[in-house]
């Protein structure tokens, strides 16, 4: 049972650049969610998903763009990479609306 | 916009004794969910409170919320160095979208 999984793990980019943080579950769960972790912030939502083909803006969206064309998929986008954006990403799902968060291990991302 | 806020940031205590940890929402939530999150870790779901006033436990976890739905706690009796970790509430207000506290890191001296 593959779970959640997330790719890659680590990356490194340079300013500007397009970056995309892959996520994919296994469980067939309608609900994904993409979330960032900063030091003293804690978990802040970029954007969310209920089903595919339907996104919503988090706290966070500025500079990042989503789709899900399939269920099981939910890749985040930086369009054009910037420092504020090195963090810690976390891609998580569960099954319906209220529901307990399965997350990812984590992207770690540096912008340089 | 909904917001949670978690205190303290940091708890650092002695191998025996109690921890809590604060989460107050500035809307009324429809549940509560707290993670725990160990160093290099990812969040792990603990419990979800539903019901205004509701209080669970989990051993040595005590879990608390609020009667107005918008303040909740989490205690933990007599700690281990296995609690170390940070820990994390969640609110949902609005359908699908689940905010997170600040959480508080918690240390322990052996």
């Known amino acids: 049972d593959a779970g959640i999984t997330q790719s890659p793990r680590y990356k490194i980019t340079e300013t500007g650049r397009q970056v995309t943080l892959m996520c994919h579950q296994t469980?067939?769960?309608?609900?994904m969610f993409w979330y960032r972790q900063d030091l003293g912030h804690g978990l802040r939502l970029i954007y969310y998903?209920?089903?595919?083909?339907?996104?919503d803006k988090g706290e966070v969206p500025d500079g990042y763009v989503v789709s899900r064309s399939k269920t099981e998929n939910f890749p985040l986008t930086l369009e054009s990479a910037t420092r504020s954006q090195t963090s810690v990403y976390f891609c998580?799902?569960?099954?319906?609306?209220?529901?307990?968060?399965?997350f990812g291990e984590g992207s770690r991302l540096t912008v340089l | 916009g909904q917001q949670v806020m978690q205190i303290p940031q940091y708890q650092h205590v002695q191998e025996g004794e109690d921890f809590t940890t604060y989460c107050n929402s500035s809307?009324?939530?429809?549940?509560i969910q707290w993670y725990k999150q160990r160093p290099g870790g990812h969040p792990v779901f603990l419990i979800q409170l539903v019901k205004s006033g509701e209080v669970k436990k989990q051993k040595r976890l005590t879990f608390q919320f609020g009667e107005a739905k918008k303040n909740s706690s989490l205690h933990i009796t007599a700690t281990q160095t296995t609690d170390v970790g940070t820990y994390f509430c969640?609110?949902?207000?609005?359908?699908?979208?689940?905010?997170f506290g600040s959480g508080t890191r918690l240390s322990i001296r052996p």
């Open positions: 809307t009324t939530l429809s549940n």
């Open positions: 969640a609110g949902q207000s609005s359908a699908s979208k689940i905010i």
């Open positions: 469980w067939s769960h309608s609900y």
């Open positions: 998903s209920a089903a595919a083909d339907i996104t």
């Open positions: 998580a799902s569960t099954v319906y609306d209220s529901g307990e968060l399965f």
